[in-house]
């Protein structure tokens, strides 16, 4: 069968780079690509299809995307996160439908009210298969009442011809001013669900121990003006780089051009309200610490228990929630080189095994065919 006898529609968010990236992919393979979205771009290749926006709009969402499914002649139906596209994709009632959770749709989502399980429950029966980014999102997916044989593990890939230690700026690094310091990039969205002040928090006992540190926060978000009075506040306004938000064209030299990465995330969360809410089942790793790790850069996460049982992380954990302990792995990991750089190689090794782009994506490739030809994955899985 050729590729481009297979249509693909997609319900996505049209801005993430997760969606560009996965259908660009199948684009430049001659795949009849579709995207079905509330928040369309431009993705070369791609034939977007608006819909209503406003969440009140639900119901004429769905019948928007149903009569597009129908319209459009899909052969394969692939939503991202299953409390809006996932609910939209079942409700169509169209087969074969995979549903790909991305996070806290999952972790977060159905303990905030019944109508989030709700969701989130009809999206996993509507759903012939069910992709987990890895273990931490298989166990809580089976948490949630998902059939084991639903499900498959893949990992979101990386493209590791770009991220890739050979993406090193000189000439970023001059811009940033970290040519003669030390640098630590944090690269989340500037938002409660992130944790991003528990590392604003953490500067100071860092700079107690290494005094010559410039931390560069890229993101961006809601919480701008709140990180920086906390940077005032705590007097490390001026070891902060607030970059905001960047292309994705410019993240791997970010990305290879620091000495450490963190990413604060954690079980515990702060809420829009600014309350503190635990996630049901590992959040697993992101998709930028995975970046990180192909550029070589090593890695300071929370300790989510998930953690231990990751064959791909390579890096160092601190307390959940506690600026103090994280300012120490900070500190021992910028003045301990030997380890900084065995870490850095480790992580670069562990992306090739487990998470190239390439790989991951000839296996999505043989998923597609396969329920094309014959509506389930027994060759596959």
Not at 346 to 366: G, H, N, P, T, Y
């Amino acid at each position: 069968m050729k590729n481009e006898d297979i249509t693909v529609v997609y319900l996505a968010d049209g801005s993430s780079v997760h969606t560009r990236t996965f259908l660009g992919y199948f684009v430049e393979r001659n795949y009849d690509v579709h995207l079905i979205t509330y928040t369309p771009s431009d993705i070369k290749g791609v034939k977007t299809h608006k819909i209503a926006t406003p969440r009140f709009m639900v119901p004429l969402r769905t019948i928007q995307a149903f009569t597009l499914v129908r319209r459009i002649r899909t052969q394969i139906l692939h939503a991202f996160y299953l409390t809006n596209n996932g609910f939209i994709g079942a409700l169509s009632g169209f087969h074969p439908f995979i549903a790909t959770p991305m996070g806290s749709d999952i972790t977060t989502d159905p303990e905030q009210s019944r109508i989030f399980r709700f969701l989130v429950d009809s999206a996993i029966k509507g759903a012939d298969l069910v992709h987990a980014t890895d273990n931490f999102s298989r166990i809580r997916l089976m948490e949630l009442g998902c059939p084991e044989e639903k499900i498959i593990v893949q990992q979101f890939g990386v493209d590791t011809n770009r991220f890739s230690p050979r993406a090193r700026s000189q000439l970023l690094r001059e811009k940033m001013g970290i040519e003669d310091k030390y640098s630590v990039l944090c690269a989340r969205w500037w938002r409660p669900l992130y944790n991003v002040r528990i590392l604003v928090k953490a500067i100071p006992f860092v700079l107690k121990k290494v005094p010559n540190v410039r931390f560069i926060l890229l993101g961006g978000g809601p919480l701008e003006s709140e990180l920086r009075n906390l940077a005032r506040e705590l007097g490390v306004y001026e070891n902060i780089l607030f970059v905001g938000k960047i292309s994705s064209q410019e993240m791997p030299k970010y990305m290879a051009s620091v000495d450490l990465y963190v990413d604060p995330v954690s079980l515990y969360r702060y809420n829009a309200l600014g309350n503190v809410v635990m996630a049901k089942g590992d959040s697993g790793i992101g998709q930028t610490t995975r970046e990180a790790m192909a550029c070589g850069t090593p890695q300071i996460l929370s300790d989510m228990p998930g953690l231990k049982m990751s064959e791909l992380f390579r890096g160092l954990t601190y307390r959940q929630l506690d600026p103090e302990d994280l300012g120490e792995k900070i500190s021992q990991l910028l003045l301990d080189t030997k380890l900084r750089l065995r870490l850095g190689e480790e992580s670069r090794k562990a992306v090739l095994q487990w998470c190239d782009f390439a790989k991951i994506m000839k296996k999505w490739e043989d998923i597609y065919h396969e329920l094309k030809e014959t509506g389930t994955l027994k060759n596959v899985i």
